[in-house]
């Protein structure tokens, strides 16, 4: 197989393609030179600023969320150091409502003893009284009969029989009463 | 049995090209000033129009030119020059998608040329950096900008003989002279490459189709291949424009 590869510069009739064009620099000076300018002006601020507006963005996210964490964190103890302190004062006014009932429990036996010792010795005072005031009555009826009694013997001057019937209806007479 | 003869084409017949326009005057357009004004417009029309509204929440297109930005500025100037100098991100960022825009002309089908592979482009990029890092140093450093590069502290005293010459040589020829032949040979290389597998796909399936599907296929992994070249010479330049204004700014390291 014949291959001939023939890699031959033959026949430059014009300039060694290596020679700088001034043409071609022309329009490139052109060209980068719009290029630049308008990038400069128009595309790069606007990306820039808008990395720039996310990242400020971004970053006072953060600290919001930083600060809100820690104003989480710091009334999350300040609830429970309330708690505690609420639990504990429950505990307290329980107590002490454990200790006021058992005190009203202990006065109230205590009175409704006192009462019931008041009631009694009253009770006991009326018995005497009324059983003074009954003896005191039967004496002064028996002494009232008795005179009566008395005067009626010294008015009739009785007999026997008369004697014993007047003496029985004393006595029923008495009984009665 | 004859396979008739291969004839690569004379390599200016791959790179100059006939005047459009005004033909003969000193500012005729020809294709690869054509090229460079397509890609103009296409730069201004991509980004330009593209950032007219910017969201907060980026989505799709904003995000690439967002993500070309942020490559630049983070990656180019940031890493390279420093925080404070994010002031050269615009020019660095125009100079990195003029190079790109162009280099990739090299894969795009039907036109296949890049404009960067002509002399007159790099040429004018790397003499605008040129041009730039002197004024640069001058304006930040004075004279020390020179001083510094051609007598370098800690050097001894002898060895500057053999050491201000080469520093001397280095920051007014090498400097430019590699950046824009580095970006030129590149681009030359590969167009002349993909060129000659291109014809050589043609030839064999002419001639001999069987064979026809080996330069077919290192075409196309080529093609592959120059995309990336012309996303890394675009890089490097820019880097390298960087690196020289850096040098620029600040004493010497």
Same mark, same amino acid.
């Given at each position: 197989?014949?291959? *001939?590869?023939?890699?031959?510069?033959?026949?430059?009739?014009?300039?060694?393609?290596?020679?700088?064009?001034?043409?071609?620099?022309?329009?490139?000076?052109?060209?980068f030179?719009?290029?630049? $300018?308008?990038?400069?002006?128009?595309?790069?601020?606007?990306?820039?600023?808008?990395?720039?507006?996310?990242?400020?963005?971004?970053?006072?996210?953060?600290?919001?969320?930083?600060? *809100?964490?820690?104003?989480?964190?710091?009334s999350?103890?300040?609830?429970?150091? %309330?708690?505690a302190?609420?639990?504990?004062?429950?505990?307290?006014?329980i107590?002490?409502?454990? @200790?006021?009932?058992?005190?009203?429990?202990?006065?109230?036996i205590?009175? *409704?003893?006192?009462?019931?010792?008041? @009631?009694? $010795?009253?009770? %006991?005072?009326?018995?005497?009284?009324?059983?003074?005031?009954?003896?005191?009555? @039967?004496?002064?009826?028996?002494?009232?009969?008795?005179?009566?009694?008395?005067?009626?013997?010294?008015?009739?001057?009785?007999?026997?029989d008369?004697?014993i019937?007047?003496?029985?209806?004393?006595?029923? %007479?008495? $009984?009665?009463r | 049995?004859?396979?008739?003869?291969?004839?690569?084409?004379?390599?200016?017949?791959?790179?100059?090209? /006939?005047?459009?326009?005004?033909?003969g005057?000193?500012?005729?357009?020809?294709?690869?000033?054509?090229?460079?004004?397509?890609?103009?417009?296409?730069?201004?029309?991509?980004?330009?129009? =593209?950032?007219?509204r910017?969201?907060?929440?980026? /989505?799709?297109?904003?995000?690439v030119?967002?993500?070309?930005?942020?490559?630049?500025?983070?990656?180019?100037?940031?890493?390279?020059?420093?925080?404070?100098?994010?002031?050269?991100?615009?020019?660095?960022?125009?100079?990195?998608?003029?190079?790109?825009?162009?280099?990739?002309?090299?894969?795009?089908?039907?036109?296949?040329?890049?404009?960067?592979?002509?002399?007159?482009?790099?040429?004018?990029?790397?003499?605008?950096?040129?041009?730039?890092?002197?004024?640069? =140093?001058? /304006? +930040?450093?004075?004279?020390?900008?020179?001083?510094?590069?051609?007598?370098?502290?800690?050097?001894?005293?002898?060895?500057?003989?053999?050491?201000?010459?080469?520093?001397?040589?280095?920051?007014?020829?090498?400097?430019?002279?590699?950046?824009?032949?580095?970006?030129? &040979?590149?681009?030359?290389?590969? +167009?002349?490459?993909?060129?000659?597998? &291109?014809?050589?796909?043609?030839?064999?399936? /002419?001639?001999?189709?069987?064979?026809?599907?080996?330069?077919?296929?290192?075409?196309?992994?080529?093609?592959?291949?120059?995309?990336?070249?012309?996303?890394?010479?675009?890089?490097?330049?820019?880097?390298?424009?960087?690196v020289?204004? &850096?040098?620029?700014?600040? &004493?010497? +390291?």
């Amino acid at each position: 197989m014949h291959l *001939a590869v023939l890699l031959a510069a033959e026949s430059v009739k014009a300039k060694n393609p290596i020679v700088p064009e001034t043409k071609e620099i022309i329009w490139a000076v052109v060209s980068f030179v719009i290029v630049f $300018g308008l990038l400069a002006w128009k595309a790069w601020p606007a990306i820039k600023k808008a990395i720039a507006d996310r990242e400020a963005h971004i970053r006072t996210d953060l600290e919001r969320a930083e600060s *809100a964490k820690d104003e989480a964190e710091s009334s999350l103890v300040e609830y429970q150091r %309330q708690l505690a302190e609420a639990r504990n004062e429950a505990g307290k006014i329980i107590e002490e409502a454990r @200790l006021a009932a058992d005190q009203v429990r202990k006065d109230l036996i205590a009175r *409704a003893e006192a009462d019931a010792t008041e @009631l009694r $010795g009253r009770a %006991q005072d009326d018995i005497r009284l009324a059983t003074e005031r009954a003896l005191a009555d @039967l004496q002064s009826r028996v002494a009232e009969l008795s005179i009566e009694l008395a005067e009626k013997v010294v008015e009739r001057n009785l007999d026997h029989d008369t004697q014993i019937a007047l003496i029985e209806s004393y006595i029923n %007479q008495v $009984g009665s009463r | 049995m004859s396979l008739g003869v291969f004839v690569f084409p004379p390599i200016d017949e791959l790179f100059r090209w /006939k005047d459009i326009a005004f033909k003969g005057q000193f500012y005729a357009i020809n294709k690869t000033s054509l090229l460079v004004m397509i890609s103009s417009v296409l730069i201004l029309a991509i980004f330009v129009g =593209g950032s007219r509204r910017m969201k907060l929440v980026p /989505k799709g297109f904003q995000n690439v030119l967002e993500m070309t930005y942020e490559f630049v500025d983070r990656g180019i100037t940031r890493d390279v020059i420093g925080n404070d100098a994010t002031r050269f991100t615009p020019f660095l960022g125009s100079l990195f998608l003029f190079i790109l825009f162009l280099n990739f002309w090299e894969v795009i089908p039907f036109i296949q040329f890049p404009p960067t592979s002509r002399f007159a482009i790099p040429l004018f990029l790397a003499l605008m950096v040129y041009v730039l890092y002197w004024f640069l =140093g001058f /304006k +930040h450093q004075g004279i020390k900008y020179l001083t510094g590069h051609l007598f370098p502290a800690g050097v001894p005293l002898a060895l500057y003989i053999l050491v201000t010459p080469i520093e001397l040589v280095q920051i007014l020829l090498v400097r430019p002279f590699s950046l824009a032949v580095r970006l030129l &040979a590149n681009m030359m290389a590969g +167009h002349i490459l993909l060129t000659a597998l &291109a014809l050589l796909t043609a030839y064999t399936l /002419k001639n001999a189709p069987i064979i026809a599907l080996g330069p077919f296929a290192l075409n196309i992994g080529v093609t592959a291949f120059e995309i990336l070249v012309g996303f890394l010479q675009a890089y490097i330049f820019t880097l390298l424009t960087a690196v020289y204004i &850096a040098d620029s700014l600040h &004493a010497e +390291h």
